[in-house]
């Protein structure tokens, strides 16, 4: 079986940072694009930043210049630092990847999520 597990997540004030990390454990092969998505109260789930294999990345136009995704392969470990958060960026952030486990091929996974709440 594999998991995403994501952690980091918390209250920050306005103008402040936190970092997020997402672990995938399990029977994996390869791990392919992996990213972050949000979704706040009464709203859909919506892309914050992706990031590929080689460390190409993309970032939602809410989140340039603020938040930075990074991954460490060998540990199969995608972060998402993020400064200087605002309370429009309290959410629900979901770790995703895509990962080829020993016995299937590359299958969409999602983490369960960790509570970011940007509040003074």
């Known amino acids: 079986q594999v998991q995403l597990v994501e952690s980091g997540g918390g209250l920050v004030q306005p103008g402040g940072s936190l970092r997020l990390s997402c672990a995938a454990s399990g029977s994996i092969f390869g791990i392919g694009i992996m990213g972050w998505y949000r979704q706040a109260p009464g709203k859909q789930r919506e892309l914050v930043a992706t990031?590929?294999?080689?460390?190409?990345?993309n970032y939602a136009d809410s989140v340039k210049g603020r938040f930075t995704i990074s991954r460490d392969n060998a540990k199969n470990t995608v972060y998402l630092q993020m400064n200087s958060l605002q309370p429009e960026d309290t959410a629900v952030y979901y770790c995703?990847?895509?990962?080829?486990?020993?016995?299937?091929?590359?299958?969409?996974?999602w983490g369960k999520g960790t509570l970011v709440t940007v509040s003074s």
């Open positions: 990031i590929t294999t080689d460390g190409n990345t």
């Open positions: 995703n990847a895509y990962i080829r486990t020993m016995t299937e091929g590359y299958r969409n996974y």
